[in-house]
């Protein structure tokens, strides 16, 4: 149980496109879903949470213009990449939460999905 | 400021001993604290989660413990094997009712036949 998927599992764009990845909780319904991003040999960096039905909150730094995410049901939440340049290649992982108890939780990743932007 | 440390270099170690891995933390006050395996090229995968009031939490081959007078938490895995070979990363709450997951760079664990 307790499985996310990915989707796209890799994209190549060109610069100044936009791409879009959808994450789904497949056995299970998320409340929240978070997205990540990873660069080579680096930890995973938070970009932004996501609750169903209400606007995303970003982490510092991260443009919310430019990294647009929806999360339209319990199950998927989706991240554009809006006018992709270069520098936003990278690893980018969506995470779902599962309360077990009360002020415990576990969290589940998705495969991730490789964006390289030329 | 706050920091969630691993060792950056590789662990590397013969297959059947036990491997040790060390997630040090400052400034933080977690609540619990998680241990994650990523493999090359894939999401992280779930292993343990242990709680601030709990010393020693077990899983199969693998356990956790976790000291927060000294801000540590060490992974363990007995009997290695091979497959074992993985980054591992430790990942924490901070406790301050942001319920944000804060990880560690990892460690790679390679394990020898």
């Known amino acids: 149980g307790a499985v996310v998927s990915q989707h796209p599992s890799w994209v190549i764009c060109k610069s100044g496109t936009s791409v879009k990845i959808e994450c789904r909780s497949l056995d299970f319904q998320a409340t929240t879903m978070f997205w990540y991003r990873q660069f080579p040999k680096q930890s995973l960096m938070l970009m932004a949470t996501?609750?169903?039905?209400?606007?995303?909150?970003?982490e510092q730094g991260v443009e919310k213009d430019k990294f647009l995410i929806n999360h339209a049901s319990l199950t998927l939440s989706t991240l554009t990449v809006t006018s992709a340049h270069p520098e936003d290649s990278s690893f980018y992982i969506c995470?779902?939460?599962?309360?077990?108890?009360?002020?415990?939780?576990?969290?589940?990743f998705g495969p991730g999905t490789r964006l390289t932007v030329t | 400021s706050q920091k969630i440390e691993q060792n950056s270099e590789a662990l590397n170690i013969q297959e059947g001993k036990t491997a040790t891995l060390t997630c040090n933390y400052t400034n933080y006050s977690p609540a619990y604290l998680q241990w994650y395996r990523q493999d090359p090229g894939r999401g992280p995968v779930f292993l343990l989660l242990?709680?601030?009031?709990?010393k020693e939490k077990r899983k199969e081959r693998l356990k956790v413990t976790f000291d927060t007078t000294l801000k540590q938490s060490l992974f363990h895995i007995t009997a290695s094997q091979p497959a074992d070979s993985a980054t591992y990363l430790c990942a924490l709450d901070p406790g301050d009712s942001s319920y944000k997951l804060i990880f560690g760079s990892g460690t790679r664990l390679l394990v020898r036949p």
């Open positions: 995470s779902a939460r599962v309360h077990r108890a009360i002020q415990t939780y576990e969290q589940y």
């Open positions: 996501s609750n169903e039905g209400s606007k995303a909150t970003y």
């Open positions: 242990i709680r601030e009031n709990e």
